[in-house]
């Protein structure tokens, strides 16, 4: 297999096997037909033993048993887990819950992203290893940390955190006159009059000021930006040529991943599409899960594959094109951690179906990832992952998952664009502002953006998850599920877009002004021509409460709009809003108020095809996704499926050359 | 509209507003009919920006402004929200909550009310504010702090609240021996030899004495009323002719707010009908939140109603008297924050059905308020309350509740007395004991209390909500649902009330002793005779586990009694307990052993009717409340009732000249 | 009744109760049949008012009076409970929660078994009291402290068990390149380089590593069972000719019970049949416990009858020859608190049915018990438990236990021998491995332990329960539902034991080795030959999903084997094991892989038979034991039900003559 397809690669831990292995595996693993190893991920008790005593001979060694069979290395910079000697040294490196405990040594991620000690022991360590390697042929590029915010470690609100926090404040609002007004401290005597009075959110008696929150978000993002851009610093200068990445996770809230990324080459993602739907996702009904409990959802993980592809993208196009001296493409993507059997951190952790592995890889491929590389060689015969499969078995027979790997044809993959024509906006500061003050215990931030992917998708629709502020000018629809921080600056960039493109929003748009506030004019704040009226009344409905819009039933929650310039495409049947807009369409630009997943459907179905798409009506669990040239239809049921002529037999894929859409 | 109707009035945030509304604002209200405008709370940090600074100006336009106005003004004590700096200069005014962990500032009620640290600075702001507006021509009362107790707060376990305790039971119990034997801390060598080795009953291994905690309650509740009183006395000494009131919360029952109520002229309570059901109410099923998710549920709110009217009528006649001078009725009350629209704190908050703000005004009314005042005038659009709602919406525009208000005729409501034939006993001490060890997770004591309160409503009774020890002699009917704790000098004084009334009881009634010990001569003590008999057994029932009483099926809780002098008039018709009296009956006394809402309905019909009451059969959500003559007839369901030849309107009232009862 | 027969006893605390009662209490006891009174478990406050001041006349007194009408004393140390006056001048005895929080004084077990002040104390208060009264002509026997483990207190997190972890790792490993791979501390860079790096588990940031949590609950019940064992030696010493135990308590699973009872001369438990389903039985399902809420489960209660009938018989035949010398039978057990009444301590806590007493006090019989003694005599009128029953109630009238016991014809119950045909194996270390990493939410080793239990006592057999090391040869039948964690030695005993007897293994069987790392070579590790076969897949099925097998359907776990020189007794029927082996079986040793009650029970049933037993299809809830030549009947169902042509009433017994199985 070239270059131009699909690649394959695996995770592996050479230092959790005896070395009479390490040949044997590097040969069947090049037999196997994988290009990439990613090694050394956690590795610094071996790497450095005790303080500034460095043990590099096995690693040698095993960068050189996997050069020799013609495999390439990404190396990781292994932060993620400080040894014990260096936590029992310098113990203020520890981060601290909300609860107000330290959070101990003896797992992993156990370090504040502010602590200044650990800081530079990550740029020793980063310094150490990349002086070494950074320049060996068979490393090709490297992974930061490890999947950075696991085990909700963004946010820490022990002492190094403490002290960082008022001083990242003073640089951003400059007096304390500022920062009081933009947290609206006035409320409830808040008011600060010296920097050093103001901690992290946690322990209040009742919930934090929003904006205090929020400002926390953005505080430990950052940190983790830093902390990350202090290493790849280093890895630019000691290993030139190679790129740099790092892998990300599912569904993860806590910091700004556009930001994470400005500074890396290109992302990667670690996808469990089984873990996914049990641990990540509870915000999905219990009859989902057990439908698709050995599969997936197809449009969770597709939401993570788009999400993560365009992450490169930034916030604006000058952001976009900084790293233009890099290597790597702008536009690929990597799975750096691809399910290939159980997992083992789920509530319940059930088998893959047959035919799962080889699934998710084309889906993977289908939605842009250029590799594919699997989560483990091996499975480990101790600690906290003994019951995590690997593609051999603990007594190293091959497992399901490498035969799926083996009988994987990779011919129809090739690794080019992916051209959506639909572009999905996702910003994590309003995932922040709106998970804080839900209003409704059932509704969050993915709940709302999931509905319209899921419904897009359903539509047969390929779509670009993008930052609100990334050039939007290749879009023919843009939809914006819930995007209810809206800086002005913001707002004037999707009014000049929807001269050219239609634009769908969600409920609470343009809610909150940048700092959490609400907007003194009311929602949708000095816009309201754009959207062509203003908000009347939102409604939170409990469980089994609902209200009707035509045939749809509404549930969770119902905001009611007064067209000004616009009109009412649909009204509430009933209800305290009955009679009131629900659907606000004016010129190109529709606002949709109720939570309904068949009305957000129905919507966009139409807009759609206003905007010259052809959206079309697909089975649930059945998706297509479109790649240079080729379609992929992908059938996430256990039973076979006949839509537009084909027969899709369960759990599995066709590839097809794609009918060019209207 | 006169002093002699229903008066109105709002909460307003001068202070959250640019300074060009308020002349407007003053003027809006006027034009709404509002009377009272309460101001001030939580404005600390704005009175005092830094220690001993005082910044009154802003203040006094805000008053005269109104005064300007011709409204009339309530100021509020700022102790709810102690700002930033004097928290950092003073941290150990913070309360611990149970887990040991320090309450933090960032939120409001983050103090301690054992601290004589804070105690001073509560004096000092006190007496400041009384000193500059006590004699203002606009002021024409005060409220104390805010909503003492909320989020949990009446209780600390950190070191204020640690090294008072012990002094409280010195105080109370003189020697240690008396301590030890009132608690009976022979059980498990509870038995204490010094009073500093008692902490408060927190961290424990598991469940803490019950006596411990008991006490530990007391004290709590004590601080509390000693910090009020403290204000009060100040605000008396310098605010003449004024009255003071506390604005108390739904279903609090954390301290006694008999106590806490006795040096306040009136007693005002906030009134949340949707965040009531869903928030504070977690032993109401999902059905009846469902049923009355936009309302509130009736009997809920008017229990609240009934028990803050009765409030000040105090433990004694004497208690009573005491505040004779005071310029405000005895048994008047305020509703001092009225919900207008959705709330923002509970985990569903659904907007109110069209005409429910109407509904609970005149609710209010109809159960013996004088004044009803809405939270708040405009929507907050900053920090915790941004989706709360107002009479304005954020973008000043009229919100649905303003129209309602607006339209209230409020001429059929003056502002007379209610007379209720019938009361119900109430005890904190009670309530205390009862929750702690309630035998049946399914089963508190405000569940058992309310299954008799929404009994007699159901049949259309008024219904006075006093504290046993309280003059009982207009009474012709006497229910006492869930007197758990029973000093013998109460039992002296219900057996002479049975000279002139009809009695009624609920299960465990008499179990404990003052001190929560059990009767060492069992249940009822040693006023076997009043009741007619012993307790022979109780029964905790499982959810699913039902016991028969004729066609009535009894859940939770069964307790049997041997008949002596007294007669069995019903008995257990299956379980352990067949053939047991389930309710027993002696002269004037009925004890009602079994938990069935349907049988306690039963019973009371009838001991009603014998009193010479006319109990009538309501369907559900409608409500007859009698005030001044005047028959108020409530229907909270969203279908339109017909009820004894009147055609109700869904969630509407009628007024209607009173029927004199037989 | 002559002590060949089964005898009762009654726990009593003299000194809850005015001196004036002490005789007619004693009177009362003996009249109703008891022969023996545990007095004076926690009434250190009472022996020792002050450190070093001892008080015994009352405790001279209350045995006095007891010797004087006949009884036999068992004494307690009253260790449990450690007094005030202890506790402030010592606070280093206090142990910590896994949260880190202090466990204070105010309720009992607040000590850390590793705290060497606290074992001073423990020996001296222990010397003091034996000295007084080890050679009392009353007194027959001794209990240790209560219940360890109650309340989770066998693992503290405190300062006394955080230093002596590293000391005891010391002692075990030798050096720390032992300890690291034992424990696979290359995973995640988890080395040690030093001892005191190493802390208890907990605060970890996400799952600490197994094999650190295994050996954390080895060294918490080694410091359990030496506590214990320096009380013993004293009592050995100072008590010459008087028997040691401890009353353990229902499904701790917390410390080694075998362990923990070696140094004892026989064991006795504490039986609360309806708390027991209440609250210490989390896996069972809501339907269950409706069902049985007044009798409690019959297996549930009997499988700890059997389990402590069989925990003197130690890991191997030389430890049960150990305590020869000691004047009790080996094999006698004790019920030491018999429920007679309801409980207070679990969610809901309904009567008992009539005729369960008798029951309850057969089936203790039918299983082994020499003795059962009834908690307590009189309901305590203070503190903690005034909600539990006894034999009395709190008016001193006599409850309705005690008219059962009154009633209890023991004529036909000799203290002779249960012979079992089938050993069901069980482990501590496994429960610890098995329930750490579950790899779903609805299986634990219980759940799984009690399935095979269950099956088997649904089909009228007998089972001893039995550590899996201890001497197996007098069984025909040897059932091993969840032993996990597989010492090679294990391994080969049990091999052994196959040449005489069948043996059934469940899923998950010598997955782990002794440090708790999967084996190398997977599951079975080296002994494939002895099962057969090789494990190929393990499915882990959430809530909804099941596969089949045959006409069973299996829920929560399903693991396939490739059978070698096995065969496969069935195979799946569907999902990703379709056509795979389930149950596997070579020889004398059967293999199932699928949770499922009913496949269970087919193979047992099948294995029984062709072990030349007779099972027999019981109804549910209807059970039968054999003792010393008797049959017993028992019925728990709240219906009649006609079994093998007898018909039993009601929640009753039937006790026949042992027809001799073929």
Redesign the interface.
């Known amino acids: 297999m070239s270059n131009t397809h699909l690649n394959l690669g695996v995770c592996y831990?050479p230092?959790?096997w005896p070395r009479d292995r390490w040949e044997g595996y590097a040969a069947k693993m090049k037999a196997l037909g994988l290009r990439y190893v990613r090694i050394a991920e956690?590795?610094?008790?071996?790497m450095e033993?005790?303080e500034g005593v460095y043990t590099w001979e096995w690693l040698d060694e095993a960068i050189d048993v996997l050069h020799r069979a013609g495999l390439e290395v990404v190396l990781c910079t292994?932060t993620a887990?400080?040894?014990?000697?260096l936590?029992?040294s310098y113990p203020e490196i520890l981060?601290h819950d909300e609860?107000?405990?330290?959070?101990?040594?003896?797992?992993?991620?156990?370090y504040d992203f502010a602590s200044q000690t650990y800081r530079a022991h990550s740029r020793r360590i980063t310094r150490e290893l990349a002086s070494r390697y950074g320049q060996h042929p068979a490393v090709v590029g490297w992974q930061t940390d490890n999947e950075f915010g696991?085990?909700g470690?963004t946010r820490s609100y022990g002492p190094a955190s403490r002290a960082a926090f008022p001083h990242w404040l003073q640089q951003k609002y400059g007096s304390l006159e500022a920062l009081n007004q933009a947290?609206?401290?006035?409320?409830?005597?808040?008011?600060?009059?010296?920097w050093?009075?103001?901690?992290p959110?946690?322990?209040?008696?009742?919930?934090?000021?929003?904006?205090?929150v929020l400002d926390y978000a953005r505080f430990a993002s950052d940190m983790l930006a830093e902390f990350q851009e202090e290493q790849i610093a280093i890895l630019r200068e000691l290993s030139p040529g190679r790129w740099v990445t790092h892998n990300f996770m599912i569904f993860f809230g806590d910091f700004d991943h556009y930001r994470a990324s400005e500074a890396l080459d290109f992302v990667t993602w670690d996808n469990y599409p089984t873990g996914m739907l049990?641990f990540f996702s509870d915000w999905v009904d219990?009859q989902t899960?057990?439908r698709f409990?050995?599969t997936g959802h197809p449009d969770l993980i597709s939401f993570n594959h788009d999400l993560y592809r365009g992450l490169k993208q930034g916030r604006s196009s000058a952001a976009a094109s900084a790293n233009g001296n890099s290597p790597a493409r702008q536009s690929g993507f990597w799975v750096m951690e691809q399910q290939c059997g159980?997992v083992?951190?789920a509530?319940?952790?059930?088998?893959?179906?047959?035919g799962a592995v080889q699934l998710w890889t084309t889906q993977a491929w289908a939605h842009g990832a250029d590799t594919v590389s699997y989560f483990r060689w091996r499975?480990?015969?101790?600690?906290?992952?003994?019951?995590h499969s690997g593609l051999l078995?603990?007594?190293e027979?091959e497992?399901?998952g490498f035969h799926e790997v083996k009988a994987l044809d990779r011919s129809g993959m090739p690794n080019g664009e992916v051209r959506a024509p639909v572009a999905l906006l996702h910003d994590y500061e309003s995932l922040w502002i709106f998970d804080q003050?839900r209003?409704?215990?059932?509704l969050s931030y993915w709940t709302q953006t999931l509905t319209y992917y899921c419904a897009l998708r359903s539509l047969g629709i390929d779509v670009d998850i993008v930052h609100p502020d990334a050039d939007l000018s290749a879009y023919r629809v843009i939809v914006a599920p819930a995007l209810t921080l809206m800086p002005e600056a913001r707002l004037q960039r999707l009014e000049a877009a929807a001269h050219g493109a239609r634009l769908v929003f969600g409920p609470r748009t343009a809610y909150r002004t940048e700092s959490g506030?609400?907007?003194?004019?009311?929602?949708f704040g000095s816009f309201k021509h754009l959207f062509g009226g203003?908000l009347l009344?939102?409604?939170?409905?409990?469980?089994?409460?609902t209200v009707g819009v035509g045939e749809h039933r509404v549930t969770t929650w119902a905001e009611s709009f007064e067209p000004r310039e616009g009109q009412s495409l649909h009204s509430y049947g009933d209800?305290?809003?009955e009679g009131q807009c629900a659907v606000l369409r004016h010129g190109n630009v529709t606002t949709v108020g109720a939570h309904s997943a068949t009305l957000v459907r129905e919507v966009l179905r139409e807009v759609l095809r206003e905007a010259g798409l052809s959206p079309q009506d697909l089975p649930e669990g059945v998706r297509i996704s479109r790649r240079a040239g080729v379609s992929a239809w992908l059938n996430f049921n256990s039973e076979p499926i006949t839509v537009a002529g084909r027969e899709l037999a369960p759990v599995s894929f066709t590839l097809e050359a794609e009918q060019v859409m209207a």
């Open positions: 831990y230092e959790h956690f590795a610094w008790s071996r033993p005790e292994p887990t400080p040894p014990a000697w936590v029992r981060a609860h107000g405990r330290v959070r101990e040594f003896g797992s992993r991620r156990h696991c085990h470690t947290w609206g401290n006035v409320f409830w005597s808040q008011e600060y009059t010296a050093d009075q103001i901690l959110p946690n322990l209040t008696v009742t919930e934090p000021n929003p904006s205090h049990e219990e899960k057990l409990a050995r159980q083992n951190w509530p319940y952790n059930p088998l893959p179906a047959a499975a480990a015969t101790m600690a906290q992952e003994v019951m078995r603990h007594d027979t497992d399901r003050q209003h409704n215990a059932g506030r609400a907007f003194e004019n009311g929602q203003r009344q939102f409604d939170s409905l409990r469980p089994g409460l209800g305290p809003l």
